[in-house]
């Protein structure tokens, strides 16, 4: 198992917790000097916080630990690919590398919608690695989405038949 590997499994391990809350399982770990110094996990939901993203939280976190805003020396290691806003983040934060694990072709910022990580004319470039585990990260992810669309589903059917047995009583009443 490569060192690359290994901080995903971290970062895997992290996207599990927000899975037991239900969240989407998205994690995220940042290494400084090859030790993990923050861990981050999905929690827009619990929170009720649209800025609770897995890569805010270990930033926020990393920042804390090293006493600077600069993260300098650090990479994060990421589940998906980060949005808009953790991409902007990424780069504020002066962190050198972001290595992911799969690509969000729909709202990702990391090469898949728009490369926000490596504009030139920005003042920081943010070196990216992509793919690392993405089966398993990817796998994780379409479960996930599968599970909730069943829910979903089933919370439908049982409405519906919830709404016969009334209509049922109703007719047995009259």
């Not at 690392?132 to 599968?146: I, P």
Request: aromatic share 4%.
């Amino acid at each position: 198992m490569t060192e690359q590997e290994k901080f995903m499994k971290e970062a895997i391990r992290q996207a599990k917790k927000a899975r037991a809350l239900e969240e989407v399982p998205i994690g995220c770990v940042i290494v400084y000097e090859g030790k993990i110094i923050a861990r981050g996990y999905n929690r827009r939901n619990t929170d009720k916080n649209t800025l609770s993203h897995a890569e805010l939280n270990a930033i926020r976190k990393a920042s804390k630990k090293l006493g600077d805003w600069r993260l300098e020396g650090c990479t994060m290691y990421v589940t998906l690919e980060p949005c808009q806003m953790c991409a902007g983040a990424l780069v504020q934060s002066r962190i050198d590398e972001v290595v992911i694990g799969s690509m969000n072709p729909k709202a990702g910022c990391a090469g898949s919608v728009l490369n926000l990580l490596e504009v030139e004319d920005f003042n920081h470039q943010v070196k990216t690695t992509r793919g690392v585990l993405q089966e398993e990260c990817s796998t994780m992810l379409s479960d996930f989405f599968r599970e909730l669309r069943e829910k979903k589903k089933q919370r439908k059917m049982l409405a519906k038949q919830e709404a016969q047995q009334m209509q049922e009583q109703k007719t047995e009443e009259q």
